[in-house]
């Protein structure tokens, strides 16, 4: 008697997928709105996009995906998951200061507000490109996920790398535009909703067969 090995496909969707599936929707819209809403003035719905609903959609969404590669690997994924949401965090925060000077919420001198803004764009530079990166290794390299969702990541995690460096080395700013790098996280987005609501393959028992 020989163990024959085999895979099956899970196709039930639990109620995780279908959330994140509409948590990247809803993340798709918000950077939408970005493209049309003008960066300054302020408006009161870029500033709930941009401070609330955006960054509360991320969140679900690595949370999730942090569930499904668990299984991928542990370690790895929960460091991942931390880089994640502590570089969502500072862009807040980033975020916040240049919303509260647009709008005179809070006066800040030059000095002081460049040097915090210095500070929060080098945090986020050491936490979100890498934790975008360990995602898009687990998922490429996965035997049950659908991998193609990890080169996507991947090369965002290179142009968010490439558009937070530009601090340092300001050429780089040249090669990527804020608005192409919206227009890839919609096109992203969208490719988490699917990517969610794509069946997950899992290990079948084994079946026995004559010889």
């Known amino acids: 008697m020989h163990n024959v090995a085999s895979f099956r496909i899970r196709s039930e969707r639990t109620q995780a997928d279908l959330i994140g599936?509409?948590?990247?929707?809803?993340?798709?819209?918000?950077?939408?709105?970005?493209?049309?809403?003008p960066p300054t003035p302020a408006t009161a719905a870029r500033?709930?996009?941009m401070l609330l609903v955006d960054?509360?959609?991320?969140?679900?969404?690595?949370?999730?995906?942090?569930?499904?590669?668990?299984?991928?690997?542990?370690?790895l994924a929960e460091l991942g998951f931390y880089l994640l949401i502590t570089g969502t965090l500072f862009?807040?925060?980033?975020?916040?200061?240049?919303?509260?000077?647009?709008?005179?919420?809070?006066?800040?001198?030059?000095?002081?507000?460049n040097g915090f803004n210095i500070?929060?764009?080098?945090?986020?530079?050491?936490?979100?490109?890498f934790g975008l990166a360990i995602y898009a290794w687990l998922?490429?390299?996965?035997?049950?996920?659908r991998r193609?969702?990890?080169f996507m990541l991947g090369a965002q995690a290179g142009l968010l790398f490439i558009a937070l460096g530009s601090f340092v080395f300001p050429r780089l700013s040249d090669f990527v535009s804020s608005q192409?790098?919206?227009?890839?996280?919609i096109i992203l987005s969208c490719a988490k909703a699917v990517w969610f609501l794509s069946p997950i393959a899992g290990s079948a028992k084994p079946q026995s067969i004559p010889e």
């Open 180 to 185: 192409f790098f919206t227009i890839y996280a």
């Open 139 to 145: 998922i490429a390299t996965s035997p049950t996920l």
């Open 47 to 49: 500033v709930w996009m």
């Open 148 to 150: 193609w969702l990890g």
């Open 55 to 75: 960054p509360l959609t991320c969140i679900i969404g690595y949370f999730l995906m942090y569930r499904r590669l668990h299984d991928t690997g542990p370690k």
């Open 21 to 37: 599936c509409v948590a990247s929707i809803v993340d798709a819209l918000a950077c939408l709105t970005f493209l049309f809403l």
């Open 91 to 113: 862009v807040i925060c980033q975020n916040v200061i240049e919303e509260s000077a647009s709008l005179n919420l809070v006066t800040l001198d030059y000095s002081t507000a």
């Open 119 to 129: 500070l929060l764009e080098l945090l986020v530079a050491l936490t979100l490109p």
